[in-house]
């Protein structure tokens, strides 16, 4: 039996099948109609519709360490909020325009009310300033659904390190080991015991699995002696300071842990940069970006309007159009087709050195 000629007969009689001869031909001519304009079916799936932003409302605040204030968000009716997970992060924005990450540090299964906390950083892009000095209980902000990059796996042993504020992702881990009945550790280290934030939350989930840890009272840590508190084999989760971070993954060979998740709140270092242009409209001026700068903070110093949120590259607040030039894309977020129509996140994508990027502003 071949593609081109009809089988025999069912019954073994010499001759075609009538059946399968009419088959063969309905299928000759049905499969290429398949093909036609008016029949054919695209592949592609149709765009999803657009998500609404979220509508909230500020319904308390609390300071809960010095320059750190806790604020928690409803929706306007009272009605249930969008599930998160721990790890999971809120993209609001601010009365004024600006959109900030904050990592949402309440109680998962509270789907009355989103908690954040914010640290104010005078010298830092102003969102943490207008947050602790212009939204108020009351306020009326918008925010993308939560989203997660950090997401907690429930391994069977777990350490936590925090930094200072990096405890806020790592607070409903806690809750979440404690519920699941893991080997937890939790360490939370900062400056002072008033610059950290819930610790007394903290203690009581576990006095004996929490560490509270001051550079005035016990030292500058060491990033070394913090991993070997793991359980052997464990899964570290760590979020604070770039040097906590820095130095816990150059250690974290040496430990007994397996496994190591983080997560920044700052934009990392750029490694493996090289010194490029950009030009800021197609007659714009130019500017030199250094091998160890973004191109994000250096149009910033001449345009400090531009919008940025996470400067990590999965955001995409910070997307502009590029007119000429070939870049080197290091983001998270575009699609191949995207980049192909001249999308780009300068908070992290560079070009080759010597390159200028002409950018749609």
Known sequence: MDLVTPPPDLYGRPRDDRFMRWLTAFGDHYSPALGSPGLRRSPRRPSPAPVPPLRLVVTGQRTVAEDVVAVHLAEPSGGPLP????????????????????????????????????????????????????????????????????????????????????????????????????????????????????????????????????????????????????????????????????????????????????????????????PFTVRLGAGGPELAVPADRSALDVARELRPDLPYSCKQGFCGTCRVRVLDGTPEHRDRRLTPAERADGALLPCVSRAAEGETLVLDL
């Not at 000095?133 to 918008?142: A, C, K, Y």
């Not at 005035?216 to 989760?237: H, I, Q």
């Not at 770039?242 to 250690?251: D, F, K």
């Not at 998740?261 to 990392?268: D, L, Q, S, V």
């Open 83 to 274: 599930a998160w997970q721990p790890g999971a992060r809120l993209l609001l924005t601010l009365p004024s325009g600006r959109r900030r990450h904050y990592s949402l540090c309440g109680d998962p299964a509270d789907r009355h009310r989103y908690r954040i906390a914010v640290r104010r950083v005078a010298d830092g892009g102003g969102g943490s300033v207008e947050l602790h000095d212009e939204v108020e209980v009351g306020s009326r902000l918008t925010a993308a659904r939560p989203r997660n990059g950090f997401a907690f796996c429930a391994e069977p042993a777990v350490l936590l390190l925090a930094g200072g504020i990096g405890i806020t992702p790592l607070l409903p881990m806690a809750r979440q080991a404690r519920a699941l009945g893991l080997d937890w550790r939790l360490v939370h280290t900062g400056r002072t015991a008033a610059a950290l934030p819930f610790t007394e939350e903290l203690r009581a989930l576990d006095p004996a699995r929490v560490e509270i840890r001051t550079d005035d009272r016990d030292g500058v840590p060491d990033a070394a002696e913090l991993l070997a508190r793991a359980p052997r084999g464990a899964a570290v989760y760590c979020c604070g300071p770039a040097p906590m971070l820095a130095a816990v993954q150059r250690l974290f060979d040496a430990s007994p842990a397996r496994a190591l998740h983080f997560e920044r709140f700052g934009a990392a270092p750029v490694t493996g940069g090289h």
